[in-house]
C-alpha cells in the first residue's frame, strides 16, 4: 500500500513540476547559445554544424520539437549572415514556443532578451547583452525580458 501511495504521489509531483533543461532540451538550448554567440560576433562559421546538431537533438522531443526541426534547418539552409539571423529569429519562437507549451525552463543560466530596435527575441546566457541580430553594429541593444535581476 505504501509503495503504491509513493508512486502516485511522486507521479503527480513530477507531472505538477516544470521541468527544467535536462538530456533532451539541453541538448537544443546548448548549439542555440553557441549560434546566438556566433551571430552576435558577425561570423557565420560553424551555424550549419550548430543547426545540424540542434536539429538532431530536436528530433528526439517528438510532436512538440517538431517546430524546432524546421527552424534549424532553415538555419542550416542559410546562405548569408543575414539569412541565418532571419533564420535564427524562426529558431528564437520555436525555442520560446516550445518551452512555453510543455512548461520546460530553458536552464538557470539562460534568459529572454528582446531587442526593441530589430522587434525580436533570443536566448542568451547570462550576463552582458549580446545582440545577435545586429552584431557589431548595435551589439549591447536589448534587455533582459524575463524578469530575473542580472
Known amino acids: 500500500m505504501f509503495r503504491t501511495t509513493f508512486a502516485i504521489a511522486l507521479t ?3 507531472l505538477a513540476a516544470p521541468a527544467v533543461a535536462g ?5 537544443v538550448v546548448q548549439p542555440y547559445l553557441q549560434i546566438q554567440e556566433t551571430l552576435a ?3 557565420t ?23 524546432l526541426v524546421t527552424a534549424a534547418r532553415q538555419l542550416q539552409a542559410a546562405g548569408s549572415l543575414t539569412a541565418a539571423r532571419d533564420a535564427f529569429f524562426a529558431l528564437s519562437n520555436a525555442l520560446f514556443n ?12 539562460v534568459r529572454r532578451a528582446y531587442c ?20 557589431s553594429r548595435m551589439l549591447r541593444c536589448g534587455e533582459f525580458t524575463d524578469g530575473r535581476k542580472s
Open 12 to 14: 503527480v509531483l513530477s
Open 98 to 109: 516550445y518551452a512555453d507549451a510543455t512548461g520546460t525552463s530553458l536552464g538557470p543560466e
Open 41 to 43: 560576433a558577425d561570423k
Open 45 to 67: 562559421a560553424g551555424l550549419r554544424d550548430q543547426a545540424a546538431a540542434l536539429s538532431s537533438a530536436a528530433a528526439r522531443l517528438g510532436k512538440p520539437g517538431e517546430g
Open 116 to 135: 526593441p530596435m530589430e522587434k525580436k527575441s533570443w536566448a542568451q546566457k547570462d550576463g552582458q547583452i549580446a545582440n545577435p541580430y545586429a552584431g
Open 23 to 27: 538530456s533532451g532540451l539541453d541538448a
